[in-house]
């Protein structure tokens, strides 16, 4: 167990308790389904982000957070002129965008949001222990989700189990794999929070046990693999040397960790875990079967056509995914069901912000890693817990649409990451030369 350097905060007690409010809403607003309604009907998906509840929750976390800057505006300019310069190039670009948008008001709004996100994720870090705060509300949060969605996997199922997916468990979230998504966050923040601070063995052994009973009862196997992946990653940083006595730890780890990204890969290729015979054939062989990427390339293709149009600038942040009736009805029209993403964020990039705004986000992905490398030789707890998101996110996104898309829980979480490196780094900075 380490005990994370307690850092100036000028925040009272009030102040403490709306950041600890903001980080619980935060996670609710981003998992449960928008408007927090249950509908399952296709319609309310599509519609709800932009409806009156939406803009009522996440506006008054904005609020929120402008008031604590507002109170540390001293402060909170120093993280500000620390933070990732290529996260503040991809704020300026999506909001540039709206200039040559076909959807003006729409790209603007949706700028604005990420404008709001960066504002909480600054506002946090305000705290004494921000980490600390950030992974113990998450996880207080995420377990409560949890239970929510058992109870309501027993008592409805009807709106708990999606029995077109084999029975699955979604529980109080809009699809299985959400609620797997938070079994493997919750897993290893239970694992970080004994890193950090003192867990009664009872109590990790239960919080992992259950945490990993919706892991198995969600079905997801995507879910199931970044489980692996974030536990390996984790307990491979975290320690200094490799030639300490936890050599033959971490090289088992490190074994686990790329075999676990192989079975990723090939899950992405085939929507399916691979046979043992598959797993014992060569590279070759195991990428050999699937070519049509379980339908996936139908939508890349019909939005490599999109793409073609606006290569270099992009149509415009958050102009194309907006559901029937949008400029997506094309894609619609061609697949016979309303999809909300290409289910590969890097082309959604590409297609949304042109090739100027990948380059920006790959540019921002590669400095955050720059940045925790500086972090690990001054904080290698926290750096290893970050380490392990950037990594989940950098590879899940080739499948799944989460960087910078709006309220999705996955991208609020990797901005708030992007903030709190930079922000811990010059911080522990600044502490280590007046100590010096």
Request: aromatic residues 12%; positive net charge; hydrophobic residues 50%.
């Amino acid at each position: 167990m380490q005990n994370l350097p307690v850092l100036p905060s000028s925040l009272n007690q009030l102040e403490t308790n709306i950041v600890k409010l903001m980080i619980v809403l935060f996670v609710i607003f981003s998992l449960l389904p928008y408007g927090l309604s249950w509908d399952y009907t296709g319609s309310s998906a599509v519609t709800m982000e932009g409806s009156l509840t939406t803009k009522l929750q996440w506006g008054s976390l904005f609020i929120l957070a402008t008031f604590i800057l507002y109170r540390h505006l001293p402060e909170a300019l120093k993280d500000i002129r620390a933070m990732n310069p290529f996260l503040a190039l991809v704020l300026i670009w999506c909001l540039a965008s709206s200039l040559w948008s076909p959807l003006s008001a729409t790209t603007f709004k949706r700028a604005i949001q990420l404008y709001g996100l960066v504002m909480i994720g600054f506002s946090v870090q305000l705290a004494a222990r921000p980490l600390q705060l950030m992974v113990n509300y998450v996880l207080y949060t995420l377990s409560g989700l949890l239970i929510l969605s058992f109870f309501m996997a027993i008592a409805v199922p009807s709106i708990g189990i999606d029995y077109e997916l084999g029975g699955a468990w979604r529980g109080a979230l809009s699809q299985k794999n959400e609620l797997g998504q938070v079994a493997a966050l919750s897993i290893l923040l239970w694992q970080i929070k004994s890193c950090i601070e003192k867990v009664g063995i009872r109590n990790l052994a239960l919080g992992l046990l259950f945490s990993f009973f919706m892991l198995v009862m969600s079905k997801s196997s995507t879910s199931m693999i970044i489980t692996l992946l974030t536990t390996g990653m984790f307990h491979l940083l975290r320690k200094r040397h490799i030639s300490s006595s936890y050599s033959l730890t971490r090289a088992t780890l490190v074994i686990v960790c790329l075999l676990t990204i192989a079975v990723y890969v090939f899950f992405m290729q085939e929507s399916r875990m691979p046979t043992w015979q598959e797993a014992a054939s060569p590279i070759a062989g195991l990428f050999g079967k699937g070519t049509d990427l379980t339908g996936r390339t139908d939508i890349w293709q019909l939005v490599g056509l999109e793409i073609n149009k606006h290569y270099l600038m992009g149509l415009g942040y958050g102009a194309f995914w907006l559901g029937p009736d949008s400029l997506s009805q094309f894609v619609i029209d061609a697949l016979h069901w309303i999809p909300l993403q290409s289910h590969n964020g890097y082309l959604d990039i590409l297609n949304e912000q042109g090739l100027i705004g990948l380059i920006l986000v790959i540019l921002t992905l590669l400095t955050q890693a720059g940045f925790l490398v500086t972090l690990a030789r001054l904080d290698r707890q926290q750096a290893a817990f970050w380490s392990a998101m950037l990594t989940v996110v950098v590879i899940t996104n080739f499948t799944e649409s989460s960087l910078f898309r709006g309220f999705v829980f996955q991208n609020v979480f990797f901005i708030f990451s992007l903030i709190a490196v930079s922000s811990a780094t010059r911080r522990l900075k600044q502490a280590k030369a007046q100590s010096a």
